[in-house]
T-cell receptor, first 114, second 107 residues
Framework: EAGVTQSPTHLIKTRGQQATLRCSPI?????VYWYQQALGLGLQFLLW???????NRGNFPPRFSGRQFPNYSSELNVNALELEDSALYLCASSLDLAETYEQYFGPGTRLTVT | DAKTTQPNSMESNEEEPVHLPCNHS???????IHWYRQLPSQGPEYVIH???SNVNNRMASLAIAEDRKSSTLILHRATLRDAAVYYC????????FGKGTRLHILP
């Protein structure tokens, strides 16, 4: 069974541009989560989608947005990129939104803003 | 938001048990306690979770205090492959990962 996949692996953008990151969950999983991991820091929760709806978001500005498609894949968009947005962006999926289900993480997209 | 507090780092000798503590004094009655670990250059992986009772699985054991304000992840026999950052998180409507504990295993 395929795990969580993310694309691209690496992304280089300049300040002010927009970045789009993609995530495909494990087959059968309906919940998708996005996290930011800046160098040397822990994981910061960004967004949580389930069944196409945004369930909750972390303490990030509105220029971080996303969506979940009918096939449960998800996209994270970051507008007006800033240098401090450089980080590893991790996507995870779980069977559904219940707190009992574990999250399975993808390998991440490394975003570099210059 | 419910928060967790973990030591920044810990050391243990190989083949000895490791007890990783986590404080979550503001936990609510419906919060599940989850543990994940992140090996170098990898995404986090699930370790174990529980609500009130102690839990065991093939990777580890989770001991939850009676008042649920703290928990301890127990690796029964640490190996070099267990060197990682261990995160204790509380699951409610939001998901809060703390900074985790970096576990060093000494051969």
């Amino acid at each position: 069974e395929a795990g969580v996949t993310q694309s691209p692996t690496h992304l280089i953008k300049t300040r002010g541009q927009q970045a789009t990151l993609r995530c495909s969950p494990i087959s059968g999983h309906t919940s998708v989560y996005w996290y930011q991991q800046a160098l040397g820091l822990g994981l910061q929760f960004l967004l949580w989608y389930d069944e196409g709806e945004e369930r909750n978001r972390g303490n990030f500005p509105p220029r971080f947005s996303g969506r979940q498609f009918p096939n449960y894949s998800s996209e994270l968009n970051v507008n007006a990129l800033e240098l401090e947005d450089s980080a590893l962006y991790l996507c995870a999926s779980s069977l559904d939104l219940a707190e009992t289900y574990e999250q399975y993480f993808g390998p991440g997209t490394r975003l570099t803003v210059t | 938001d419910a928060k967790t507090t973990q030591p920044n780092s810990m050391e243990s000798n190989e083949e000895e048990p490791v007890h990783l503590p986590c404080n979550h004094s503001t936990i609510s009655g419906t919060d599940y306690i989850h543990w994940y670990r992140q090996l170098p250059s990898q995404g986090p992986e699930y370790v174990i979770h529980g609500l009130t009772s102690n839990v065991n699985n093939r990777m580890a054991s989770l001991a939850i205090a009676e008042d649920r304000k703290s928990s301890t992840l127990i690796l029964h026999r640490a190996t070099l492959r267990d060197a990682a950052v261990y995160y204790c998180i509380l699951r409610d409507d939001k998901i809060i990962f703390g900074k985790g504990t970096r576990l060093h295993i000494l051969p």
